[in-house]
C-alpha cells in the first residue's frame, strides 16, 4: 500500500514504471533560489471559455478551450498572484498574441484553430487578469521562452527561480518548463494551477515534468515554498 500522497498521475503512470525512475534517482527536488517569479501563462477566454463548463459544451465557444479543467484551476492560480505580489515578486504574463495569416507556419499547421480566435478570446480571465506593474509577455509558439524577452527580463529582474501555472500543461506549460530548466533556472510547476483538455495527457506531462525538469508541487506547497524565500 502506498504511503506517500496521491499523485496526478497516480492511477494513469503504472506503479512499476514509477518504481523505474525512482531506481534511476529521477525525480529529485530542485526547490527554488533567492527570487522567484510567477508565470501566468496563457489564462485567456480562448483557454477556458467565457464560463465555468464542460469541455465539449465550452468549445462551441472557442474551439481551442480546456473548459472546466481551465476554470478548475483559477482559484489556486489566484492565491498564488496574491501571494507573489504581497511580497513584492514579479507576475508575469506570457500569453497567446493575436495572430493573422502571416503567422501561418509549423505550429499552426497542427493547430489551425489558432489562427480563428476572436479579439475577445485573447483577453485576460477577469479572476486572474493583469495589473499596471506586471509584466505581459506575447508569444507565437509554445515556449514562453521562444522568439520574447523573457531570459533578459528575468536577468533585469535577479530572478532566478520561477513558479510556472497556465496551460496548456503538455504545450506552453512544459515547453517553458523545459527550456527555463536549460537556462539554468529552479523551476516549480503548480500541479492544481495547470490544465489541458486531456487528463491523460496532463498527467502524463507533469510526471515527466516532475521527473526531469520541475518540482510539481500543489499551489499551498509553491506559497509555503515563496515564503520561505530570505
Known amino acids: 500500500m502506498r504511503n506517500s500522497p496521491k499523485r496526478p498521475w497516480d492511477g494513469i503512470v503504472p506503479e512499476s514504471e514509477q518504481a523505474l525512475y525512482k531506481a534511476a534517482g529521477l525525480g529529485g527536488r530542485g526547490g527554488l533560489g533567492k527570487r522567484a517569479a510567477l508565470l501566468v501563462i496563457d489564462v485567456?477566454?480562448?483557454?477556458?471559455?467565457?464560463?465555468p463548463k464542460p469541455?465539449?459544451?465550452s468549445m462551441k465557444e472557442y474551439g481551442t478551450s480546456c473548459?472546466?479543467?481551465?476554470?478548475r484551476a483559477v482559484p489556486g492560480i489566484v492565491r498564488l498572484i496574491s501571494a507573489f505580489r504581497a511580497r513584492g515578486l514579479p507576475v508575469i504574463y506570457p500569453y497567446v498574441a493575436p495572430k493573422g495569416?502571416?503567422?501561418?507556419?509549423?505550429?499552426?499547421?497542427?493547430?489551425?484553430?489558432?489562427l480563428t480566435v476572436p479579439p475577445r478570446g485573447y483577453e485576460f480571465v477577469r479572476e486572474v487578469a493583469p495589473q499596471?506593474?506586471?509584466?505581459?509577455?506575447?508569444?507565437?509558439?509554445?515556449?514562453?521562452?521562444?522568439?520574447?524577452p523573457l531570459a533578459s527580463n528575468l536577468v533585469n529582474m535577479g530572478v532566478d527561480s520561477l513558479v510556472i501555472t497556465g496551460c496548456t500543461t503538455s504545450g506552453c506549460v512544459r515547453?517553458?518548463?523545459v527550456d527555463a530548466n536549460a537556462y539554468n533556472y529552479k523551476v516549480v510547476v503548480a500541479e492544481d494551477c495547470v490544465y489541458d483538455r486531456s487528463q491523460v495527457s496532463h498527467a502524463v506531462n507533469l510526471f515527466d515534468i516532475a521527473h526531469k525538469y520541475a518540482d510539481v508541487v500543489t499551489a499551498d506547497e509553491a506559497i509555503a515554498m515563496q515564503e520561505g524565500l530570505q
Not at 132 to 148: Q, W
Open 67 to 71: 473548459g472546466e479543467h481551465g476554470w
Open 55 to 57: 469541455i465539449a459544451e
Open 132 to 148: 499596471p506593474d506586471d509584466l505581459l509577455v506575447p508569444k507565437v509558439h509554445a515556449s514562453a521562452f521562444f522568439g520574447t
Open 44 to 51: 485567456q477566454y480562448r483557454s477556458m471559455g467565457e464560463s
Open 101 to 114: 495569416l502571416h503567422h501561418r507556419g509549423s505550429f499552426t499547421a497542427k493547430m489551425p484553430g489558432l
Open 175 to 177: 515547453g517553458t518548463a
